[in-house]
């Protein structure tokens, strides 16, 4: 009895790499794999197709799955890249297949978008997504609401892709129709008390009580604009311009502030590219993705 579908993306996800191809049944198709595959673990790569494979596959993207599979006859292979892992999947004599190799996590930048194009448009492009503002959003009344504007780039980035995450794992806050600003908060950061190694942090409600409370105490004003499982992403609030304030990084305990970059399309664009950077992407994925 040939492996099913769920027996299959079972190989996939138990098999310790390398893990050679495996057979499916002959009735399952290609296209219906490469879609649960897509749900699990993002955009694929095509490293074969029509039976001739790519020529400029190396080790960063994909290389490893095709020494694996040296000696068989693919007609198609989509792979997937996941943490320290290539999964493969394509078709040999009509069949379905998987298979898992070995991945190295990179440790360099890598960076296939054009450096004279904006950070918002190299976003885009590293996600596969277009330049189309389809999520239109009435910022005056928001940034009446939470009284102070909002960064032009951001502004781009929440009408091109709306609500949902990057790589299923960093969201994106936008305006909700039904609350203030979903997720959205200040903060007042000020030194540690005396004897302390951890800085004063304080949740706010809106930018006023925020300012007050550096007017009693010295600190810093943030303002969060995305977020993860662990961590946050804020804006330095510190220029009446908002296309200058710099982005702060930190996790959930607020002890170490990481800065990623002078605006937030900068910032995702170093998670995409660069797996040396606190809360990377580029260190997990090869293609990336909103959803």
């Known amino acids: 009895m040939y492996p099913s579908l769920d027996e299959l993306l079972h190989y996939v996800a138990r098999s310790t790499p390398p893990a050679p191809a495996l057979l499916g049944d002959p009735d399952l198709e290609l296209s219906d794999l490469v879609h649960v595959l897509s749900d699990l673990y993002g955009r694929p790569r095509t490293l074969y197709l029509d039976g001739e494979a790519d020529p400029t596959v190396d080790d960063r993207t994909g290389a490893p799955l095709l020494d694996l599979l040296d000696g068989m006859e693919a007609e198609v292979l989509r792979a997937w890249s996941y943490g320290r892992r290539w999964i493969g999947a394509g078709t040999e004599g009509g069949r379905v297949f998987v298979a898992v190799a070995q991945r190295v996590t990179p440790t360099d930048r890598y960076d296939p ?142 002890t170490e502030w990481d800065p990623l970059g002078d605006s937030a399309s900068e910032c995702l664009h170093r998670l995409l590219t660069d797996p040396r950077v606190p809360f990377s992407l580029a260190r997990h994925f090869d293609r990336h993705w909103f959803s």
């Open 113 to 254: 978008t054009a450096p004279e194009a904006s950070y918002v448009e190299r976003v885009v492009e590293l996600t596969g997504w277009t330049m189309d503002r389809t999520h239109p959003v009435d910022w005056v009344e928001w940034e009446t609401r939470i009284e102070t504007p909002l960064p032009s780039d951001y502004k781009q980035l929440v009408e091109i892709f709306g609500a949902g995450q990057f790589d299923d794992w960093i969201s994106l806050d936008v305006p909700h129709p039904t609350a203030v600003y979903p997720h959205v908060h200040f903060l007042s950061v000020h030194a540690p008390e005396p004897h302390g190694d951890r800085p004063q942090v304080h949740f706010h409600n809106t930018l006023a009580q925020a300012r007050a409370a550096c007017a009693e105490q010295p600190g810093k004003v943030l303002l969060s604009w995305a977020g993860c499982e662990h961590g946050s992403f804020y804006w330095h609030m510190n220029d009446p311009d908002p296309d200058r304030w710099p982005v702060l990084a930190t996790e959930d305990d607020f």
